[in-house]
Structure formats: structure tokens, C-alpha cells
């Protein structure tokens, strides 16, 4: 990248080649071929969503989460119902052929700086590790740079190590820790920042294609090449 000084003689950064502020990010229904990633709609998702979180056999799945698994759908709607139709974080459910089974967000919306992450993630034990759990997160990656962001987030507790590789496994460049960043169920936590700007985009969206292409999958739905970011 050639350098650029101000009539100072001091170095300045690129110019921004996007319209700022960047658009609003759509909220309509994301369709891929093994999953659907749609807003949340408390009626139509709640009782899928419980049921499919209720899979797991202990709470681990909630550890890292900012909230603690509810006991009973009526406290699951209770916790949902604020976050349906929210312009941040923009709340989406993850659906496969048998129904909603995971959660993430649009969230820390930043229009002025092209700017957005990817968080509160929730995935049911039968979504974890599965091609429609990549495909959602590819969905929801698209959306935000086609729409125009330029710097696209993942954050995390830094000792939630599957979270980590999970980021590294999609494309996300690790940036490093924020010290004693937060407290959450009492507890402090050191935060992992990772992130894909807009530059990297189209050799990772190439990726992906070539991976979720049906050709790649053999006929027990194994992956014959993984992911190669």
C-alpha cells in the first residue's frame, strides 16, 4: 500500500471508497440450501427454539453466553420477546429441515464506520459442527458486505476455546485481547477480538462457495475438502 501524508508531512490512512454512512442492513429472510436464517419471531420460533436447545444434556452450551438457560418456555419467552424486532442487535434464528435450532445477531451496528459483529451466538446440539451451521454464518457474513460494511466482528470470551477456532475456521483474522474487557455472571472476562474487512471478502466468499457446492459432499454428507481460509 503506497503511503499518504497530509500537507503536514504526516501519514494518513486510505481513503474510504464507500458511500459512509453505510445502509441500514436488511432484515429479510436469508435462504440457503441447507439452512434458513430469518428475524426472530418470538410466535413462530419460541417453542422450536426451546425444544432444541433442550437437547443438551447439561448447561454447558450456556457458559460463555451473557444469559443462563431458561427452565421453562414461559421464562423463554420472557427473555425473547424484547429482542424481537430490535434495529440493534438485529436478532436472527437459525432454521433447518426440521425447524429453528440456533440464534445470532447483527449487533454494535456502527453505519458511520462501516462497521458491525457478529454475536450472541446459540446453536442446538443438532446445528453444532453441521453444514448448515457454516452456511448461516456464510448467509449472515454475506449480508453484511454486500449491504456496504467494511469491517465485519467476532468477539468472544478468550478462554472459550470452540468459539475461537470457530472464528479462525470461518476466515476471521485474530486481532488480540481486551484486557478485564467486561464482567458477566460475576465473573471477569478477558475479550477476543477477530474481524474480516471488506478487502478480504471475495477470496473468502469464493471459499465458501467452492466448499458449500454439493460436489464437495460425498453421499453420507461428509465433507470431502474442508475449508481452506
Known amino acids: 500500500m503506497t503511503r499518504r501524508s497530509n500537507e503536514y508531512g504526516q501519514p494518513i490512512g486510505p481513503p474510504v ?3 459512509i454512512p453505510v445502509p441500514a442492513l436488511p432484515t429479510d429472510v436469508m435462504l ?3 439452512c434458513t436464517v430469518a428475524p426472530l419471531d418470538v410466535d ?3 417453542d422450536g427454539l426451546f ?5 443438551s444434556p447439561d448447561d454447558r452450551s450456556w457458559t460463555y453466553l451473557f444469559h443462563e438457560r431458561s427452565a421453562t418456555i414461559d421464562h423463554f419467552v420472557d427473555w425473547l420477546t424484547p429482542l424481537q424486532g430490535g434495529s440493534d442487535p438485529l436478532v436472527f434464528v437459525i432454521s433447518d429441515a426440521d425447524g429453528p435450532c440456533g440464534m445470532a445477531g447483527l449487533q454494535r451496528i456502527a453505519r458511520d464506520h462501516g462497521v ?3 454475536g450472541g451466538i446459540h446453536l442446538a446440539p443438532r446445528l453444532q459442527g ?3 451451521s457454516t452456511e448461516a454464518m456464510f448467509l449472515m457474513m454475506q449480508r453484511a458486505f454486500e449491504t456496504g460494511y467494511r469491517r465485519y466482528e467476532w468477539k468472544c470470551d478468550s478462554l472459550n476455546a470452540p468459539s475461537r477456532a470457530a472464528a479462525l475456521r470461518l476466515g476471521f483474522v485474530y486481532e488480540g485481547d481486551f484486557r478485564q474487557a467486561i464482567v ?3 465473573r471477569s472476562r478477558d475479550t477476543s477480538w477477530f474481524s474480516i474487512v471488506d478487502g478480504e471478502w471475495p477470496r473468502l466468499r469464493s471459499e465458501f462457495d467452492r466448499w458449500l457446492d454439493p460436489a464437495n459432499f460425498d453421499d453420507s454428507g461428509e465433507q470431502r475438502t474442508p475449508l481452506r481460509h
Request: hydrophobic share 30%.
Open 17 to 19: 471508497d464507500v458511500d
Open 32 to 34: 440457503g440450501r441447507c
Open 44 to 46: 413462530e420460533h419460541a
Open 51 to 55: 425444544d432444541a436447545f433442550d437437547e
Open 116 to 118: 458491525v459483529e457478529v
Open 130 to 132: 453441521t453444514t448448515a
Open 184 to 186: 458477566y455472571k460475576g
